[in-house]
Antibody, heavy 117, light 110 residues
C-alpha cells in the first residue's frame, strides 16, 4: 500500500519561499510510468492542482503558478519536493502530495502552511 | 469560480439514493475521463471513482459514476451516515492544460 507524508514548516513569512517534502513508502518514485503531484486546498475551499514530477524527472506545472514553482525529486530518499517562491497570504492552504495526476490515486494527509509575518 | 460545476450541497436520508452532478465543457469532461474524490471531515481526499465508472478496490459498490457528453454524475445508493463528506469531480482540461476540479458538493445525511 502506497503511503505519502508531507513535511515542512507550518509558517512562512510573506515574500519568502515555501518548501515542502513528500516522503513516499510502499512504492518507488523512480520506477514505473507514474507521476507525483502536489495539490493545495485553501481554508474552507476547493482543490487546486499545483503540478507533477514524473518517474523520469519530467515536470509540469499549473500555468497559473508556473513562474513561482519548482518540483524536484530525491530518488535516493524516495522523496519529492515543492518550492513556491514569493509567497503571500493567498498561498495559505493545506498542501497535499499524491501519486498520479489524473486520477490522483493516493494522497498524503496534508500539511497546513500559513503565510504570515 | 471552478471550471467544473457542482451543486454546493446535497442531502438524503439513510437508505436513499442520491446523485451529484458535475458539469463541464468540450475541453474537459467532453474529452477526458472523470474522477471523483471523497473528503471526509478533517481528512485528505480519497479517490472514489476513476475513469468515469471504475471503483478502486475497497470502495463499496454503492458508489457509481457515469458520464454523458460534457457532464458526469456520482450516484450513492443505500446512503449511510458515514457517507457524509465533501465530494469533488475532476479531470484534465485540454485548453487550460491543467487538472481541474469542481467546487465540491457537501453531502449531508439527514
Amino acid at each position: 500500500q502506497v503511503q505519502l507524508q508531507e513535511s515542512g514548516p507550518g509558517l512562512v513569512k510573506p515574500s519568502q519561499t515555501l518548501s515542502l517534502t513528500c516522503t513516499v513508502s510502499g512504492d518507488s518514485i523512480s520506477t514505473g510510468l507514474y507521476y507525483w503531484s502536489w495539490i493545495r486546498q485553501h481554508p474552507g475551499k476547493g482543490l487546486e492542482w499545483i503540478g507533477y514530477i514524473s518517474n523520469s524527472g519530467h515536470t509540469y506545472y499549473n500555468p497559473s503558478l508556473k513562474s513561482r514553482i519548482t518540483i524536484s525529486a530525491d530518488t535516493s530518499k524516495n522523496q519529492f519536493s515543492l518550492r513556491l517562491n514569493s509567497v503571500t497570504a493567498a498561498d495559505t492552504a493545506v498542501y497535499y502530495c499524491a501519486k498520479g495526476y489524473n486520477p490522483l490515486d493516493y494522497w498524503g494527509r496534508g500539511t497546513l502552511v500559513t503565510v504570515s509575518s | 469560480q471552478s471550471v467544473l460545476t457542482q451543486p454546493p450541497s446535497a442531502s438524503g436520508t439513510p437508505g436513499q439514493r442520491v446523485t451529484i452532478s458535475c458539469s463541464g465543457s468540450n475541453s474537459n469532461i467532453g474529452r477526458n475521463a472523470v474522477n471523483w474524490y471523497q473528503q471526509l471531515p478533517g481528512t485528505a481526499p480519497k479517490r472514489l471513482i476513476y475513469d468515469n465508472t471504475q471503483r478502486p478496490s475497497g470502495v463499496p459498490d454503492r458508489f457509481s459514476g457515469s458520464k454523458s457528453g460534457t457532464s458526469a454524475s456520482l450516484a450513492i445508493s443505500g446512503l449511510e451516515s458515514e457517507d457524509e463528506a465533501d465530494y469533488y469531480c475532476s479531470t484534465w482540461d485540454d485548453s487550460l492544460n491543467v487538472v481541474v476540479f469542481g467546487g465540491g458538493t457537501k453531502l449531508t445525511v439527514l
